[in-house]
Each structure stands twice: as C-alpha cells, then as structure tokens.
C-alpha cells in the first residue's frame, strides 16, 4: 500500500510539501493581480499611479524625467534576468554533481536520500528560477515598448490622440510590471523550495514564511499604506 502513495523517490510528505509550495505560488499570485476591491494590493493601486504618470507625462516639458524613469525600470529588469540567468547555471551545476549535497546532509545528519531525490528538490528550483527569468526577459521587453508608446505621446495636450496614447502607454507599463512582478515572486518560492534539502518539513515552514511575507507586503505593510493616501483614480 505505502507505495501507492510514492512517485520515484518522493514520499507522501515530499509530495505534500511539494503541492503546498505550487498551490501557494499560484494563490498569492492571483490575490495580489485579483484583490477584493475593498482591500487593493500594493501592485493594483501601482496601476492607478502608473496611469496618473502617464497622464502627467503629457504636459510635462521636457519629459527628461520620465525617460529617466524607464531606463531605471529596465535596468532593474536586466540585474534580476542576470541573477536568475547564474543561478540557473548554478542549479544545474549541482544536479550534475549532487554528490555535495549528499555530504552536506551527513554533516547535518539528515539521513541518506536517493540520488534522484536531491536531483528533483534542486530541480524544483531551477524550475522556478526558470519562469522567474522568462518573465524578467519579457518585462524588460514590454518596458521598451513602453518607452516607444511614451515617445508617440504628442505634445500637444489638445491634440485628440494625447490621452489615448497615454492610456496605452500606461497599459504597457501596467503588463509590464506584472511580468516583473510574477518573476520576483518566482524568485521567491525558488528561495523557499531550496529549503526542501533540509526535508519536507523544513519545505513547507519556508513556503509558510515566504506566502506570509508576500501577504504582508502587498496587503498590510507601511508602504500600502503610505499609497492609500490620495488615491489616483
């Protein structure tokens, strides 16, 4: 019977974990893109305010500022595909040589564990290191477009066209961030699921913690508070 319960080397409580570690990803990643509208997420109310800046990107001459701020959004972009580029590499340097891991968990005295199962936990993160790097790349490419639809903003506040690029901007802006966004909390499950080498139970505290903080930052934090002011519609 208890094998019915194994899939290769993970165990019942390795699967467990392994199912609240993605369940937990993708929940908190849709309550802070789909909040309760009397309870706004700090990445939902950021929405209203890149919206605002593209309509103050209209009037503003010269607009050295806000090509500033675009560069700042895309270099932030790079250093984090950059990072998620090495640690990639690292992950799969250590699954093509777990024989470290495995003294490592002698010193800890962790037990023995199969060769494939510390292959699978370090594979967990890569995976997550994976996405966190695709949507970095993809963010960094819709903050270009971004800037081109910023630059096709006329001048002229009176111009019919004014406003509506600026909307599209914003929209652009606002895709952008999200990618930016979903590649940071990537990044952070794929902190959390490295402490799946410690056991599954040291796994599932991790994810406890890492939804935990998530949570806070987007919901309950001083910084959401400080936004709620003054509100941009």
């Given at each position: 019977m208890s094998t019915a319960f194994h899939i290769g080397p993970l165990g019942p409580l390795d699967l467990a974990a392994l199912a609240v570690l993605v369940t937990a990803w993708l929940w908190i990643g849709w309550r802070t893109e789909h909040p309760p509208a009397h309870r706004p997420s700090v990445g939902k109310m950021m929405e209203g305010y890149r919206r605002e800046w593209m309509r103050q990107l209209v009037t503003r001459q010269p607009r050295i500022f806000d090509g500033a701020m675009m560069d700042g959004l895309r270099q932030s972009t790079t250093f984090f595909a950059s990072t998620a580029l090495i640690a990639i590499g690292g992950g799969l340097a250590l699954i093509g040589n777990p024989e470290q891991l495995t003294g490592l968990a002698?010193?800890?005295?962790?037990?023995?564990?199969?060769?494939?199962?510390?292959?699978?936990?370090?594979?967990?993160?890569?995976?997550?290191?994976?996405?966190?790097?695709?949507k970095f790349v993809w963010s960094h490419r819709l903050f270009s477009y971004a800037a081109i639809a910023m630059a096709a903003v006329p001048n002229d506040p009176a111009d019919p066209l004014a406003?509506?690029?600026?909307?599209?901007?914003?929209?652009?802006?606002?895709?952008?961030?999200?990618?930016?966004?979903?590649g940071l909390r990537a990044v952070y499950f794929a902190l959390a699921s490295l402490a799946w080498l410690l056991g599954p139970w040291a796994l599932l505290a991790a994810v406890l913690f890492t939804t935990a903080m998530l949570w806070r930052r987007e919901f309950a934090s001083t910084s959401r508070r400080a936004l709620m002011e003054n509100l941009p519609q």
């Open positions: 002698q010193d800890f005295a962790l037990g023995e564990s199969p060769k494939l199962l510390w292959e699978t936990r370090i594979l967990t993160a890569v995976l997550f290191g994976a996405n966190a790097f695709l406003y509506p690029r600026a909307e599209q901007a914003a929209q652009v802006q606002i895709n952008a961030a999200k990618s930016f966004n979903r």
